[in-house]
């Protein structure tokens, strides 16, 4: 990128920054996908965050003249972006999940699981929304699917597990910006530890699940998130495999098991031909996510 009053002197609008900041991304090889997939809707993004605008502005402030010290805080964002390659989300700290904005760092996966759109939708037509009581979360990250769920789910009790005490920092963060303390009950544990006895209409999960192969070519802008949010052994069921093990003894009878596991899709079919997973379809994109019922789980167990 140019020398910064080069660039300062030059750039003058809204819409020159975003020119600007998206050539520079694309010249740099940057990545993308930690819910913005191109050059220019980040730069957009992070230019609009630096200016304290909403997402969404007007066609007319795209030409709107911005002030020494804005020009300042815009180029210092785009810079930092290409200079440490932290993911748009880290730089904000902010996320959207289902609708929702949530708070993130690098203590925590960015939310960009395409289960929001199930949540969106109660789960339906897989169950019926109106009776859902209780719900886990497990391996819950930043919180957000949980939270996501109880705001679906205004009656219902919401479990989430992680073993990160770290990713739960942030997750307790959510549940009080969110003010859902009364029914988000935030545990630290692996999987099910310390739920003995408790039982689900919905379990959900987007654990681990990327295999050692994947791992050894990830992208810089993933190598900022946390290693044990991500790995799951030589196939990437490591994690997975745990789960389809104890899930049937925590779901309610009706009850359904939903995880994503993504790119080890495949290696998950293999490893358990007999169990009858449905792999479910997104309208907004994403894959590599099954759902299981409590009754398929106990016929194979």
Partial sequence: MSSTEE????LVTVGDFVRWGASGFNEAGLTFGHGIDNALDEAFHLVTFALHLPHEIPPYMIETRLTRKERLAVY?????????????????????????????????????SPIAELIEVGFEPWIDSSLVEDVLD???GSGCIAIACALAFPHAMVDATDLSSDALQVAHRNVEKHHVQDRVRL??????????????????????????EDMAALPEEFLHEPRMGLEAGI??????????????QYLKPGGILVVEVGNSAAALVDAYPELPFTWLEFERGGYGVFLLTKEQLLAVS
Wanted: proline fraction near 6%.
């Fill in 138 to 140: 497990l391996c819950t």
């Fill in 76 to 112: 210092g964002i785009l810079q930092k972006r290409v200079s440490t390659r932290l993911p748009a989300a880290y730089l904000t700290n902010e996320a959207w999940f289902a609708g929702i904005p949530f708070y993130v760092d690098e203590r925590v996966l960015i939310p960009r």
């Fill in 187 to 212: 545990h630290e544990g692996d999987l099910f530890q310390g739920l003995a006895g408790r039982q689900y209409d919905v379990i959900v999960s987007n654990p681990p699940y990327v295999d050692a």
């Fill in 7 to 10: 660039v300062i002197d030059e």
């Fill in 235 to 248: 196939d990437g069921l490591d994690i997975v495999r745990n789960i389809l093990k104890e899930a049937h």
